[in-house]
């Protein structure tokens, strides 16, 4: 049972374009959804996240965009960058659910020159 | 701040061994957690601690999976015997209270 999807693998974006990652959830508990970014060999590192009461959460090149009727959340990174490549990973929790976090399966972000 | 510290780096068994690996959270973080990443797949929790206490190890496979958080602080999370299916990354994190977690470089294992 994926609660968190993530339906494209990967993603080729030009240097200086958007890039756009999404994610859909299943469990109308969610209330609080992150994006981690992980490069090979390390750890992921949080990103950016929101919770359920805003649509909309912006940090200098990263927006997350929230759409509940939907189920969908979206991180746009503008303009992209080669340091941008990278494993993307969607993350959701539900208050009450004491921070636990349902991942999605990543999206591999590739920023070509 | 010091990150999460997590050893070995890389760990190679042959299946039926024993395997424990170790975690040292950022100081001051109340809550740790384990996680298994299989390739190809994201992050999956195995356990949960607030403190010294368990909080969630629900989908812990027990019969071969055990941790720990003795003092509170940092822990080791063993794995006797491993299966073949074992083979994953095993990550690390902590937060403290209503903070995103932050995660370790993990323990990368493989079974032969």
């Known amino acids: 049972d994926q609660q968190v999807k993530q339906n494209s693998p990967s993603l080729s974006v030009q240097e200086g374009r958007i890039s756009i990652l999404n994610c859909d959830y299943t469990?109308?508990?969610?209330?609080?959804f992150l994006w981690y970014k992980k490069y090979p060999a390390e750890g992921p590192t949080f990103l950016i996240s929101?919770?359920?009461?805003?649509d909309k959460n912006e940090d200098g090149r990263f927006t997350v965009f929230l759409n509940k009727s939907a189920k969908h959340l979206s991180l746009h990174i503008v303009p992209s960058q080669p340091g941008d490549s990278a494993v993307y990973f969607c993350?959701?929790?539900?208050?009450?659910?004491?921070?636990?976090?349902?991942f999605g399966t990543g999206t591999q972000l590739k920023v070509e020159l | 701040e010091a990150g999460v510290a997590q050893s070995p780096r890389y760990k190679i068994i042959e299946k039926r061994q024993s395997v424990a690996f170790w975690c040292n959270p950022i100081?001051?973080?109340?809550?740790l957690y384990w996680y298994q990443q299989i390739l190809g797949q994201g992050p999956k929790l195995l356990i949960q601690?607030?403190?010294?206490?368990?909080?969630?190890d629900s989908q812990l496979p027990k019969d071969r999976f055990s941790a720990e958080r003795l003092k509170g602080v940092d822990s080791t999370l063993k794995i006797q015997p491993a299966k073949l299916e074992d083979s994953a990354v095993y990550l690390c994190?902590?937060?403290?209270?209503?903070?995103?977690?932050?995660f370790g470089d993990g323990t990368r294992l493989s079974i032969l």
């Open positions: 994190a902590s937060s403290s209270r209503g903070q995103p977690q932050h």
């Open positions: 469990n109308s508990m969610f209330d609080y």
């Open positions: 929101i919770s359920s009461i805003k």
């Open positions: 993350a959701a929790s539900s208050t009450g659910g004491g921070n636990k976090l349902t």
């Open positions: 100081s001051g973080h109340a809550t």
């Open positions: 601690f607030q403190n010294n206490g368990v909080v969630d």
